[in-house]
């Protein structure tokens, strides 16, 4: 893939919740794996005959953690977290590619004194927040970290204890808003509120608590959290260069397959030509893989540039990303985010 794949040790596995483990990775002796508060590890399996690639984003936080930790939700039906949880055990060796990903710490300005950082996040979202707390708290660069964090229950709530002791050691730069959909509230806690995420209610007492105008909003979970955190903050005046989002998965509008049908696509890598059948519906990455091709990808969220191809012929549709990233040429596109328009399209693609 032209990029550094490191073989990783499993030292430990810790069970969460009832459907997320965290692994932990020793660090290699000689090469030791450099990352960022808030970056991902892309781990590489092969599964029945088949290689699957798929990003997890660090929970343990550098400096901090021994190990290199991801934290693992199981995604039913899902083929890797399945495997991750019920294969994966201590002394296992597993392929991964180098850390990747721009949802990190220090995409703040270094001219801002105070640093402020809020942390919106529900579910299995929590994981690069962890390590963007976890560091932020370490460091005296940051003043205040807030976390806004959704879950179901109590019991599904991933890192409940690490928040807790995190909040007792850091008691006054460290405020953890709790939202659960289906626990009992004890109301006598302003802090801890029954259902979905409320950003507004949140944004209002934040304000009048900090120096709030110069905070950095780190979003990860699902496209409705983020669209209501973003939509809150922009009503605030928050420029968006500080608001940064991750995403897990990419949700694809259906309105925009209307002028997408079944295509073959031909892939060229080197000097060897496939021809493969993109289904309706499918990216050509999604075929490509299915089709039994090594092709090169981490995110398929349109991050992480690896699935980068060269339009050699034809036309493809870019659907599921909102902006593509600046240093694409006009004649490239994203495997993973695009779908032929045209029954003739051929792509020099990288393996
Ligand atoms: C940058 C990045 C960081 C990530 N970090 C984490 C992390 O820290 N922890 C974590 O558990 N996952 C994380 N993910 C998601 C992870 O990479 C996999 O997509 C997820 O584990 C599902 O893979 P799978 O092979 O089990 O499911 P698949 O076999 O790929 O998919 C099965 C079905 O589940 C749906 N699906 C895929 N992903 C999800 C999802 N995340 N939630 C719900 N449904 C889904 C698919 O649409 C499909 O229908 C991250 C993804 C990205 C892009
Ligand atoms: S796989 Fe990451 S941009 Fe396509």
Redesign the pocket.
């Known amino acids: 893939m032209g990029m550094l794949i490191y073989t990783l040790k499993v030292d430990s596995v810790i069970k969460e919740t009832i459907d997320?483990t965290t692994i932990c990775f020793k660090q290699p002796g000689l090469k030791k794996v450099r990352y960022k508060p808030g970056q991902?590890l892309t781990?590489i399996f092969r599964i029945n005959g088949r290689r699957?690639i798929?990003?997890?984003?660090?929970?343990s936080a550098p400096g901090i953690d021994p190990t290199l930790n991801?934290?693992?939700?199981?995604?039913?039906?899902?083929?890797?977290?399945?495997?991750?949880l019920d294969r994966v055990s201590v002394g296992d060796m597993i392929e991964v590619l180098e850390p990747?990903?721009d949802?990190i710490l220090d995409r703040f300005a270094d001219n801002v004194s105070k640093k402020y950082v809020v942390l919106w996040g529900s579910?299995?979202?929590?994981?690069?927040l962890m390590s963007i707390a976890k560091f932020a708290l370490n460091s005296s660069k940051y003043e205040h970290v807030t976390l806004v964090y959704g879950n179901r229950t109590f019991e599904t709530t991933i890192f409940s204890e690490q928040i807790k002791q995190l909040q007792q050691l850091h008691k006054e730069r460290f405020s953890v808003w709790h939202f659960y959909t289906q626990a009992v509230i004890d109301d006598s806690n302003p802090y801890i509120i029954k259902g979905r995420i409320e950003a507004t209610k949140v944004l209002n007492i934040m304000q009048a608590e900090s120096d709030f105008k110069n905070a950095n909003h780190y979003i990860?979970g699902?496209v409705g959290l983020k669209d209501s955190v973003k939509h809150e903050l922009a009503k605030l005046g928050i420029a968006s260069e500080n608001i940064l989002a991750?995403?897990?998965?990419?949700t694809r509008d259906p309105k925009a397959f209307e002028e997408i049908f079944t295509q073959n696509v031909i892939l060229k890598t080197g000097d060897k030509e496939l021809e493969i059948e993109v289904a309706k519906g499918k990216s050509i990455l999604e075929a490509g893989i299915d089709a039994m091709i090594d092709l090169s990808y981490?995110?398929?969220?349109g991050?992480?540039l690896l699935c980068k191809a060269v339009l050699l012929n034809g036309k493809v549709k870019t659907i599921g990303v909102e902006n593509l990233p600046d240093d694409l040429q006009s004649n490239e596109c994203l495997l993973c985010c695009s779908f032929p328009l045209t029954a003739n399209v051929k792509l020099l693609v990288k393996n």
């Not at 798929?54 to 929970?59: E, H, K, Q, T």
């Not at 991801?70 to 991750?84: D, E, L, W, Y």
């Not at 981490?298 to 969220?301: A, D, G, L, N, V």
């Open positions: 997320t991902y781990l699957y798929r990003p997890y984003s660090f929970s991801i934290t693992v939700k199981r995604v039913p039906g899902g083929v890797v977290s399945n495997h991750i990747m990903g949802f579910g299995s979202g929590i994981t690069p990860c699902p991750e995403d897990f998965e990419v981490s995110c398929q969220t991050n992480c």
